[in-house]
């Protein structure tokens, strides 16, 4: 029947960052090809960072990712001070971790509110919303510019920091500040509410795809993981130190993906909010767990595309822990570090989970601090490999529904993922 | 058919954070939405569309197969906008063009795999290097609110014209602490304004993200250095991480 023959191609996946695309070839009902493939320009940050100053990478490296470069500086960071051997205050510990909620909740908002929805309503973009679904855009654009400004009243601006510095804060924000962010935020939970309940009463749009398939996180005693913790998977009983990250992600090119792929235990593996929710969700906050609970998701799920779901919980933990850091920071003594660094030879590994998933920053300096050495692993890049996999489950399984519902499937799966394509090749 | 200006926005090797700070603007964007047609915008909407009005370009240029896609959005645009640092000079991407060679940033980059034909890269171009360009918003990150004021000057078939004085300027202004006071080598006399003196202003030196004013006063920058015991290398390097040459007026206003 030639209703079985299909050919799809898509030339570019809207509404995700980056430019990725979709082959699926059938002959008579049977798949012959079925691709996720990776044409994003690489920009060759590990090179570029060679022979810059220490002071210097997380400038440079923040702009691997313009949707998470506070996550990039971070990790960033955390790979200068454990390679030049620097410890941070409690001060900076806290306000990075504010940045890096502000940051999770900026982007797990951004993709919900403009790039999924309008899948699960069928439309072509954020902008019809704007006459449909007014009270749930309002609601979006509320939380997405607080987040935005947390970022901005912490890290001097939302993308590209300005603060966060190699072991200190350049300057700290007036408490003042922290105590009107404090109470917007608390201002902001009905509206995550109201968003998470429009989700889930859409949420049967989301396809009831499964594969099981390894889920990689960082985890930590007492705490939901983001900024700390030794690396785990639902596939090993020991957790990893973050600085033996090469034997978990193992990274390798091939020639449909300038972005490299990575597998551990299995032949793939799945990162983001998801991972962290399968792996570490016992340790949600009492409103993250409410919200979980509301949307139906009840521990561990194979189902990729409740990584959306994972996000909605994600950004409610993200206001809770930004509330705790808040007070605890009104607690102390706020004044500026001064900028003492004695440099070394030496190299180090800083890992973050930032909105995508789990990333490593690697970095080797000489005596004067100067880089000599980079890698830097993308969260995306060890989720495409993942992708693919999927893509060789599902289309066999949504075939029979016809080219143009497999392809609009195929799409909404990537964007499930919320890839972060050209962070990916970097 | 609507008759409003079409505009579209594309993006090559960079970040999509200039993209971004469009999405930042929030509610302003959706009264720009309704000012213009969004035809196309890969990264929140799915279509596209024949022809242009105005053009955003993000990004620099690093293949032979993107410079071909660019010529094509140059021919089919009316108006072609240059937009962050990436597009205006090449930006952070030219830092690879310091590098001894291609196939050595390859080979750092993919090791034994460097020489498979889908990695393949030259040195980094800014857009101006392959096309026309008409206007320029620099910046790493672009400011959304100048983004914003540009797009409104040109919808009003106005030529923008952006601050043509440095970022030291900014920082009197604001009565911010010189950063040479604290042994913090800044590139402000020379850098382009209109980022508010963001860096500075939040304790860090300026790195020239927006590049340097037409006619940067080098006499002036040689004084400071003198007086602070910097050399002109410092200097230079510094500006290369946005890939700005303070010896070339830069011409784009």
């Known amino acids: 029947m030639a209703k079985n023959n299909i050919h799809i191609e898509v030339n570019h996946v809207t509404r995700v960052e980056g430019h990725g695309n979709i082959v699926v070839d059938a002959k008579d009902g049977q798949i012959e090809k079925v691709q996720w493939q990776v044409p994003e320009a690489p920009r060759f940050f590990e090179a570029m960072v060679v022979g810059r100053d220490y002071s210097e990478l997380a400038v440079i490296t923040s702009r691997i990712c313009g949707i998470c470069s506070i996550g990039h500086t971070l990790a960033s960071l955390k790979a200068t001070e454990a390679a030049l051997g620097i410890g941070i205050s409690e001060t900076t510990r806290s306000l990075r971790e504010l940045l890096l909620h502000g940051e999770t909740l900026q982007s797990h908002i951004l993709h919900i509110g403009y790039l999924v929805v309008p899948d699960l309503l069928r439309v072509n973009s954020v902008f019809s919303l704007a006459e449909t679904h007014k009270d749930l855009l309002l609601a979006v654009t509320k939380v997405h510019r607080l987040a935005n400004e947390l970022c901005d009243i912490i890290g001097g601006r939302t993308t590209h920091p300005i603060r966060a510095r190699v072991g200190r804060f350049s300057k700290l924000p007036e408490k003042k500040e922290l105590e009107e962010l404090k109470s917007r935020l608390k201002d902001i939970l009905p509206d995550l509410q109201k968003i998470a309940e429009t989700i889930k009463a859409l949420a049967d749009n989301f396809p009831a795809f499964e594969r099981e398939t390894e889920y990689l996180s960082l985890t930590q005693a007492g705490e939901y993981a983001f900024y700390g913790g030794d690396c785990i998977t639902n ?64 521990g561990i799920s194979y189902n990729p595309f409740m990584n959306n779901i994972a996000q909605v919980v994600e950004c409610v933990f993200a206001v809770e822990k930004s509330m705790e850091h808040i007070d605890r920071l009104l607690d102390m003594e706020l004044a500026l570090e001064a900028d003492k660094i004695e440099v070394k030879a030496g190299s180090g590994v800083g890992a973050v989970e930032v909105p995508r998933g789990i990333l490593f920053h690697e970095y080797e300096y000489d005596d004067r601090g100067v880089c000599i050495k980079a890698n830097c692993v993308i969260p995306t890049n060890l989720n495409h490999n993942n992708i693919q996999l999927d893509f060789e489950k599902m289309a066999p399984e949504f075939m029979e529904l016809g080219p143009d519902e497999l392809r609009f499937y195929l799409e909404m799966l990537v964007r499930a993922y919320d890839p972060c394509i050209s962070c990916s090749t970097h | 058919m609507s008759s409003k200006p079409k505009v579209a926005f594309f993006d090559f090797a960079c970040c999509e954070g200039c993209q971004l700070q469009v999405a930042n603007l929030e509610e302003e964007i959706l009264v720009l939405a309704q000012m213009v047609d969004v035809v196309e915008f890969r990264e929140v909407m799915t279509g596209a569309a024949p022809a242009y009005d105005i053009a ?27 937009y962050g640092q990436c597009a205006v000079s090449g930006g952070i991407n030219k830092l690879k063009n310091r590098r001894p060679g291609m196939d050595e940033v390859k080979k750092e980059v993919y090791g034994d795999s460097a020489g498979m034909p889908h990695l393949d890269t030259y040195p980094t171009k800014a857009i101006d290097e392959i096309v026309a360009v008409d206007f320029y918003i620099p910046g790493c990150p672009v400011n959304r609110e100048e983004f914003l004021w540009v797009v409104k000057e040109l919808l009003l078939g106005k030529t923008p014209r952006l601050p043509n004085y440095p970022v030291c300027v900014n920082c009197k202004l604001q009565e911010n602490a010189c950063l040479f006071d604290f042994s913090i ?29 037409d006619n940067p006063n080098k006499n002036a920058m040689h004084e400071i250095l003198l007086k602070y015991n910097y050399t002109v290398e410092e200097i230079k390097k510094k500006f290369d991480i946005f890939a700005v040459d303070p010896e070339v007026q830069s011409g784009k206003k």
Not at chain 1, 264 to 275: K, W
Not at chain 2, 72 to 77: E, L, T, Y
């Open chain 2, 56 to 82: 955003f370009i993000e990004g620099s240029i690093t293949r032979r197969a993107d410079e071909n896609r660019l010529k094509d959005i140059r021919n089919r645009s009316k108006l072609l906008v240059a």
């Open chain 1, 235 to 298: 596939d090993i009983a020991e957790t990893i130190p973050v600085n033996r990250y090469r034997e978990i992600v193992n990274e390798y090119v091939v020639p449909q993906s300038t972005a490299k792929f990575g597998k551990f235990n299995r032949d793939s593996f799945m990162v983001g909010a998801l991972a962290r929710y399968n792996n570490n969700f016992r340790q949600l906050t009492s409103l993250s767990t409410q919200a979980a609970e509301m949307l139906g998701l009840k």
């Open chain 2, 185 to 213: 080598i800044c590139l402000g006399p020379l850098a382009r304004a209109g980022c508010g003196a963001v860096c500075p202003a939040n304790g860090v030196a300026c790195c020239a993200c927006r590049g340097t004013v």
